[in-house]
C-alpha cells in the first residue's frame, strides 16, 4: 500500500466518499472482492482488509494466501 500521483494503463480506479483508490492489474487479481473499512475504536485503529479470495492469513493481518 503506497502513495501515487500516476494512474498508469491497465489500472484500476475507484471512487468512495472523495477517496481514489488506485490499483495496478497484478494486485487487482488479489485483491478482487475486498472490502477495504477503517475503524478508529478502542480496539485497534486503522484499515482493515476484508479479502473473501483469502485462504490463509497471518496473525497480524497484514498478508494472506489465496
Do not use: W
Amino acid at each position: 500500500l503506497g502513495f501515487d500521483n500516476t494512474v498508469k494503463a491497465g489500472d484500476h480506479e475507484f471512487a468512495d466518499n472523495g477517496f481514489r483508490i488506485v490499483v495496478d492489474m497484478k494486485s487487482f487479481l488479489y485483491l478482487a472482492g475486498t472490502e477495504l473499512q477503517f475503524s478508529d475504536g478502542l480496539n485497534g485503529k486503522g484499515f482493515e482488509f476484508h479479502n473473501p479470495n483469502a485462504s490463509r492469513t497471518c496473525g497480524c493481518g497484514e498478508s494472506f494466501a489465496v
